[in-house]
């Protein structure tokens, strides 16, 4: 049961152009969402990440989206960068009222960023 | 800068042997984490620990599986018999409170054999 989708598996942009990552969910109790950037041999490292209550968060040349109707967000690269060539992961946390921690990741979209 | 330190990057075991994967989290968090990532599969939550007890845990993490959190610095995970499946990279993470983002080790690649 895939909670948390990344439907495309890879994506190749060029250098200075826009990076658009998509992530669906389908548990409505998830609250906090996270965007996850992995480089091979590391683990996950946090980028940017927004709340339920908000549609829009954003980080410099980092910028999530939220549509709660559509149960999608997405994460944008603006100018992408052959550096931000990696995997990067959705996740995704459920208001349980506990103090845990517990994500929900996708399956990861491989980012290529061509010079 | 802090960072999640994990020992050691890569082991190899025997199918039945007990293994410890060793971290050590960033030294004001008090959350912690257990993650594992099979090869070509999604990163998947195994546990979580606040308090010097097991706060959540999935379905993965069944009666073999154990943590610790020994000296107060430490957060380790044991594997009482390890099986061909439990091949993985395995990463410790925490975090500071609980909503904020969790900060993930390097991950300690195990290879069952």
């Known amino acids: 049961d895939q909670q948390v989708k990344q439907n495309s598996p890879s994506l190749s942009v060029q250098e200075g152009r826009i990076s658009i990552l998509n992530c669906d969910y389908t548990n409505s109790m998830f609250d906090y969402f996270l965007w996850y950037k992995k480089y091979p041999a590391e683990g996950p490292t946090f980028l940017i990440s927004i709340s339920s209550i908000k549609d829009k968060n954003e980080d410099g040349r980092f910028t999530v989206f939220l549509n709660k109707s559509a149960k999608h967000l997405s994460l944008h690269i603006v100018p992408s960068q052959p550096g931000d060539s990696a995997v990067y992961f959705c996740?995704?946390?459920?208001?349980?009222?506990?103090?845990?921690?517990?994500?929900?990741f996708g399956k990861g979209t491989l980012l290529t960023v061509n010079p | 800068e802090p960072e999640v330190t994990q020992t050691p990057s890569h082991q190899v075991t025997q199918m039945g042997q007990e293994v410890i994967l060793r971290c050590v989290p960033i030294s004001n968090h008090l959350y912690f984490y257990w993650y594992r990532q099979i090869l070509g599969q999604k990163v998947e939550f195994l546990v979580s620990?606040?308090?010097?007890?097991?706060?959540?845990k999935s379905e993965i993490f069944d009666d073999q599986f154990s943590v610790e959190r020994p000296d107060g610095s430490n957060f380790t995970l044991k594997i009482r018999s390890t099986k061909l499946e439990d091949s993985a990279m395995y990463f410790c993470?925490?975090?500071?409170?609980?909503?904020?983002?969790?900060?993930f080790g390097q991950g300690t690649r195990l290879t069952v054999v």
């Open positions: 996740a995704a946390k459920e208001n349980s009222g506990g103090s845990n921690y517990k994500l929900t």
């Open positions: 620990f606040y308090n010097n007890e097991i706060s959540e």
């Open positions: 993470a925490s975090s500071g409170y609980r909503n904020t983002e969790a900060f």
